[in-house]
């Protein structure tokens, strides 16, 4: 029985990278083996255990043959006489198909130090097909290792795939996962890139792919195409150290813009509302979870007003609070701020322009806050006031905050 340490940890530690999880094969062992050493074992598919002092998932080697389309179709073969090459021979890409003993000596039978030297994402085997969830997790590698390309070969199988109709079998959930981390990597829009290459990303997220391609004013957009945008914006995410929420709200912000009568373009009037119906089809079809989906539906309907909101009113900004709930989610109204950050920057050029409104913003909504409520309502009652009028007095509390605020602002 031989243990080997596999996949992205092996890769990270030949770039000099620190990784975060390690994966074991173990040759030569059957689950009898593996339970009278001490593991437990937690898979169900196949066989994987997990070490009694590091808790760490060891799997037996094995072979795995497609049965049926998609992700699931699939039958393995775990046995003591499965090879250690037999089982890289199954992975996704070369630079994750590479071993390492414990004598820190790496095998290596697919050229994945060599596509590491050259910079290059590549496919071990014409089973890379089999596996239509191998496409997302070869553009989300390409989003972490950005200056990597894609293997020709590569793209075509991938194409191939798409056109074959495995890309359609995806499970929302594994689409979601894939696409979060992607979203999640140094370089977003390479992932994007990747996919409309090969065709995956017009069958995964049309709404997205309808993007490209549509003109925007160059006054404010000097990028011009939408798509490109989107692309800059998801980048700046990255750069700014977003986390996913505000990232899949970026995604899809301007999904409207798709749908502008083309006598408009390239203006874009009333694409806010024309987006949200967008983003709530795709939320749905990738089950997208409901404080992504709830800040994204926020992010398409605020964002133009968060834009000009230097040139409101104390009124106006109220109302804006008010329509975000800023007051009782003031966590989410400070992530809006953050997509809207994104997208102002999120442009050819302008990548270092300052953005005063998220601050000043959030400057108003700590000084709304810190109205004593309770004490505006009592003296609300005391003047015989109820309900609505408690609301309005309220409100003009807040008016009044605002007005101190703008007022100490300008004397500075």
């Given at each position: 029985?031989?243990?080997?340490?596999?996949?992205?940890?092996?890769?990270?530690?030949?770039?000099?990278?620190?990784?975060?999880?390690?994966?074991?094969?173990?040759?030569?062992?059957?689950?009898?083996?593996?339970?009278?050493?001490?593991?437990?074992?937690?898979?169900?598919?196949?066989?994987?255990?997990?070490?009694?002092?590091?808790?760490?998932?060891?799997?037996?080697?094995?072979?795995?043959?497609?049965?049926?389309?998609?992700?699931?179709?699939?039958?393995?073969?775990?046995?003591?006489?499965?090879?250690?090459?037999?089982?890289?021979?199954?992975?996704?890409?070369?630079?994750?198909?590479?071993?390492?003993?414990?004598?820190?000596?790496?095998?290596?039978?697919?050229?994945?130090?060599?596509?590491?030297?050259?910079?290059?994402?590549?496919?071990?085997?014409?089973?890379?097909?089999?596996?239509?969830?191998?496409?997302?997790?070869?553009?989300?590698?390409?989003?972490?290792?950005?200056?990597?390309?894609?293997?020709?070969?590569?793209?075509?199988?991938?194409?191939?795939?798409?056109?074959?109709?495995?890309?359609?079998?995806?499970?929302?959930?594994?689409?979601?996962?894939?696409?979060?981390?992607?979203?999640?990597?140094?370089?977003?829009?390479?992932?994007?890139?990747?996919?409309?290459?090969?065709?995956?990303?017009?069958?995964?997220?049309?709404?997205?792919?309808?993007?490209?391609?549509?003109?925007?004013?160059?006054?404010?957009?000097?990028?011009?195409?939408?798509?490109?945008?989107?692309?800059?914006?998801?980048?700046?995410?990255?750069?700014?150290?977003?986390?996913?929420?505000?990232?899949?709200?970026?995604?899809?912000?301007?999904?409207?813009?798709?749908?502008?009568?083309?006598?408009?373009?390239?203006?874009?009037?009333?694409?806010?509302?024309?987006?949200?119906?967008?983003?709530?089809?795709?939320?749905?079809?990738?089950?997208?979870?409901?404080?992504?989906?709830?800040?994204?539906?926020?992010?398409?309907?605020?964002?133009?007003?968060?834009?000009?909101?230097?040139?409101?009113?104390?009124?106006?900004?109220?109302?804006?609070?008010?329509?975000?709930?800023a007051w009782r989610r003031p966590e989410r109204f400070e992530h809006m701020l953050w997509a809207c950050e994104c997208d102002a920057r999120g442009r050819?050029?302008?990548?270092?322009?300052?953005?005063?409104?998220?601050?000043?913003?959030?400057?108003?909504?700590?000084?709304?806050?810190?109205?004593?409520?309770?004490?505006?309502?009592?003296?609300?009652?005391?003047?015989?006031?109820?309900?609505?009028?408690?609301?309005?007095?309220?409100?003009?509390?807040?008016?009044?905050?605002?007005?101190?605020?703008?007022?100490?602002?300008?004397?500075?």
């Amino acid at each position: 029985m031989k243990q080997y340490l596999v996949g992205g940890a092996v890769r990270d530690r030949l770039l000099g990278l620190a990784g975060k999880d390690r994966d074991w094969v173990v040759v030569g062992a059957d689950p009898q083996a593996m339970l009278k050493a001490g593991y437990t074992q937690v898979g169900r598919d196949f066989p994987v255990f997990l070490h009694p002092q590091t808790h760490e998932e060891y799997a037996l080697a094995r072979t795995e043959r497609k049965t049926a389309p998609g992700y699931h179709g699939f039958d393995f073969q775990a046995s003591p006489e499965v090879t250690l090459e037999q089982d890289l021979a199954r992975r996704d890409l070369t630079i994750n198909a590479m071993a390492q003993d414990e004598c820190g000596a790496v095998t290596d039978p697919y050229g994945g130090q060599q596509d590491l030297t050259n910079k290059v994402l590549r496919h071990v085997s014409p089973a890379f097909a089999e596996d239509p969830v191998r496409i997302l997790r070869l553009a989300r590698f390409a989003a972490r290792f950005a200056d990597f390309s894609v293997a020709p070969e590569t793209l075509a199988l991938m194409r191939q795939m798409v056109a074959q109709g495995e890309v359609d079998a995806l499970v929302a959930e594994r689409v979601w996962q894939e696409f979060a981390k992607g979203l999640m990597e140094d370089q977003p829009s390479r992932m994007l890139e990747v996919l409309r290459e090969c065709g995956a990303l017009a069958r995964i997220a049309p709404e997205v792919e309808a993007l490209f391609g549509v003109p925007q004013p160059a006054a404010h957009h000097p990028e011009i195409d939408t798509g490109a945008h989107l692309a800059l914006v998801l980048d700046q995410c990255a750069h700014l150290g977003a986390p996913l929420a505000v990232r899949f709200a970026c995604l899809c912000h301007d999904l409207g813009k798709a749908l502008t009568p083309a006598e408009l373009l390239p203006r874009h009037i009333g694409h806010e509302a024309r987006g949200v119906p967008l983003l709530k089809r795709l939320s749905e079809r990738w089950r997208v979870p409901s404080d992504c989906r709830e800040l994204a539906e926020l992010v398409a309907r605020e964002h133009t007003h968060v834009h000009q909101s230097e040139a409101f009113g104390a009124e106006a900004r109220l109302r804006l609070l008010e329509r975000c709930d800023a007051w009782r989610r003031p966590e989410r109204f400070e992530h809006m701020l953050w997509a809207c950050e994104c997208d102002a920057r999120g442009r050819l050029g302008l990548a270092q322009k300052p953005y005063p409104q998220r601050e000043h913003l959030l400057k108003d909504l700590q000084a709304t806050l810190g109205i004593d409520l309770a004490a505006v309502s009592a003296a609300a009652l005391a003047e015989g006031k109820t309900g609505p009028a408690i609301g309005r007095a309220v409100q003009a509390a807040r008016l009044n905050a605002l007005l101190a605020l703008q007022a100490r602002l300008q004397a500075v």
